[in-house]
């Protein structure tokens, strides 16, 4: 543990930029929103964000991602692709964390997937405890709201100073390097604690039941009214989707450049709320209304998933409830009124 | 390209050794790998087959893991790779990644009779598992083959399919169409695949049935089988989803917590008929 | 896949328009060069003297809205192997079947007054269609104006023999990819949740609501459209008004 004045975290972030070796993303404002992105100094970065309208999830999958590069004017010239710029990223929520391992999981599976896993491995990530909560936020419900694991440092505003949890040897490199740093004294230590334990009370969202029985709910509620209810006001537009830190589906295209000689290609976000997701070349679609979307996306995240990784695959950050223009997505309120049904 | 550099989404160059116009809309292509290591497949696993510029498509495998100079695809002409496949020469090259899928599982059918179900494009990855069980047919006990297409053109195989019907050890083998049109010749049955069923030669208790064939398919075979005995865990489908990536990564072919691309495309209905939107 | 040796034959075409979709082609800038070197461009009046009728693919701008365009543009669909739509007033019938709001008589009353036009096949306009309501088309270039972007994705898909890929899911994805703010949440109103995607998201990400210039995707959900709308604060008529525009075509299905 360390703790480091405010005023020399700002130095510290300034000589992170300063240095070329990575390129320093932190979280910034936008248009009323929060989002990640490149930091020029540490004047902009602002770790009382609520939530960023995408997850860090963009740096590691991003939104369109060169494979293959090939080229047509000779038989089958096709070169892998897996362009990697080493980030440190400033300022990831725990249950944005959470997600980034659940991801590293999915990628790792079976058969690894060198394009997100190099991108993970060559990143340094620097989380912050939530000062602020988005009013559709539960991570508190879903054991998201802070986390022992999977980042590099993580910090936690103490008033005048940031308490650091160290959480790798990369993490400590990084402090000894650029950052003046103390050993946290009992004032620090307790006010770390108070402030840690604080964060819960901060959340106005919450499942009426521990998240370990979603499964098994979900597993009674597959033939509920609810989704078909709910469907009927759903867009099919997939922003619950896109915005999910979760996520990972994709789908594959070749673009050719206009002059038929080069192309690329490139795998880029899809979601399964959307219309043609499970469509095949016969015209066959395997969830043709939108109602067994709908219902599909909440059985993955809290059934099927689990089901296949032992982890349920929502972290509670209430970003496909606010992105959700007819008001359907907000899974408190699904998973809530399904329990009371499984009863 | 060093092996390092090599993802799970590069191709291995590949060259069209042969193709063959089956039908109307479908064509037989050979095809071997330029490093020419054999496939290594299993009979029902799948390969993608890029055609780079155009895109990358799921197609199983037709030929038997016995024939190793190469392997075949039957491919309808639906989409764009299949299209531009088809629009290919001898001596063309294409990209192969796989295969992929878990197949048939060949040891568990050892010493069972087995029966063959197949409707329409169904029958390619069939074709793969009939030949390697005719392969080692001493490995196998009885087998019935049961094949139907839409219309005697559309009969994919037709030479070795007829000649099957010939060879020692086939118990039983039958043939239909949906519909025959004036000037076809067609000396087999008429109707739906279901209507075989209760006229086939074999023995529910010992028999397993292997069956693919369009979605529409699944249900009615399933429930003619049912009806003459056959246990749940002796009846074995190939399912068909969109897929992209082949590995378990893109989600396109998920049902519920199964992705068919990995944990299939080949289920024991025992183990699926509780899964929603399976069939 | 190799390189194709043979170029198709391309020929663009215009109906009632502002001609700024072919524009866009022109504005392909130093890309034009690409265009020529993998297709012959027979026939393009904005941007060449020579004219051939034997051309492979017809691009056709602009809506129809006369006997005799239609009659032109079925000899034009005789010609081609494939007709491509080009833009909002061919694809969807675009700002020209706003007029559909009001009858022919009604229509030639306000704009030629008493001017005598009886028997004349100039004057002969009936209701505003889009291309496809007089012959088949084959593939369609959405978006007033058309995206440069994805008319040379459709011009290699078809150079490659390839079925080009437009999108049928709605501009919030291409928005929500480029991370932008939702226009509703700025306090603006936006058709993004049923217009089909493909231009980038262009209006939103400069920050104006989707005005529905590429059409509805395949099954757009209307109703929940006009109820987003009414939530933040149109009146029925509002709401069902932001159709007019370019969506005209679909408000029969909106106002059910």
Known sequence: MRVIKKEDFKEFVNLLIGDDTKEVVGVKAKGGKFVYDELSSADELRLDFDVTVLSPKK???????????????SDFKVEPVNEVTPLIIIGIHPYDLIALQQLETVFRDTYPDANHLLKLERSILIGTNMQNVSPHSFAASMGTATTRYGYDLMLTDIGDSYYI????????DLLERYARVSKPDKTHEQR?????????????????????????ILARTYDSKLWAEKAEKCLSCGSCNLVCPTCYCFDVQDVTELNLRR??????????????????????????DRASRYRHRFMRKGKFLYERFGFIACVGCGRCASGCLPDIADPVEIYNTLKEEAL | MTRENITIYTPRPATIKRIEQMTENEKLFEIALDDNMPLGHNPGQFVEVSIMGIGEAPISISSPPTKTDGFELCVRAVGNVTKAMHAMNVGDKLGIRGPFGNGFNTSMLKGRDLLFICGGLGFAPMRSLINYVLAYRRDYGEVAILYGCKRPCDLLFADEVRRWKSMDGILDHHLTVDEVCEGESWEHDIGVITTLIPKTKFDPETTYALVCGPPVMYRYV???????????????????????????K?????????????????????????????? | MMRPSVKPRVAFFDFASCEGCQLQVINLEESVIDLIDIVD????????????DDYDIAFVEGSIMRPMDAERLKKIRERAKILVALGACACIGGINALRNRYSVEHVKKVVYGDADIEGNPFFDVFHTKAVGDVVDVDYYVYGCPISRDELAKVITSLALGKKPEIPNYPVCVECKKKENVCIFEKGGFCLGPVTRAGCGAICPTNGSGCEGCRGLVDNPNTD??????????????DALGRFDLFCYKYKGEVSK
């Open chain 2, 222 to 248: 399933i429930k003619s089988l049912k009806e003459r005995g056959m246990p749940d865990d002796h009846i074995i489908v190939s399912l068909e989803r969109r897929m992209k990536c082949g590995l378990g």
């Open chain 1, 192 to 216: 770390f604690e108070s402030v840690i334990n604080g964060i819960e009370s901060k959340f106005q969202k919450a499942l009426n039941f521990p998240p370990e029985e979603l499964p098994s």
């Open chain 1, 59 to 73: 740096y590691f999958m991003p939104p369109v991602e060169t494979l293959l590069r090939y080229d047509l004017s």
């Open chain 2, 250 to 279: 893109c989600g396109h072919c998920q049902i519920n917590s199964t992705y068919v691309c990995q944990d299939g495309p080949v289920f024991v209905y025992s183990e699926i008929k509780d899964l929603q939107e399976a069939l």
């Open chain 1, 263 to 288: 192309g690329e290609r490139i795998r880029t976000w899809d979601g399964c709320l959307l219309e043609d997701f499970a469509k095949v070349a016969t015209g066959e679609n395997f969830r043709e």
């Open chain 3, 41 to 52: 461009v027979v026939s393009f009046r904005e941007a060449m003297k020579e004219h051939s």
């Open chain 1, 165 to 172: 949890e160290i959480g790798s040897d990369r993490g400590e």
């Open chain 3, 224 to 237: 929940s459209e006009l109820d987003v709308l009414k939530k933040y604060g149109l009146t029925v008529e």
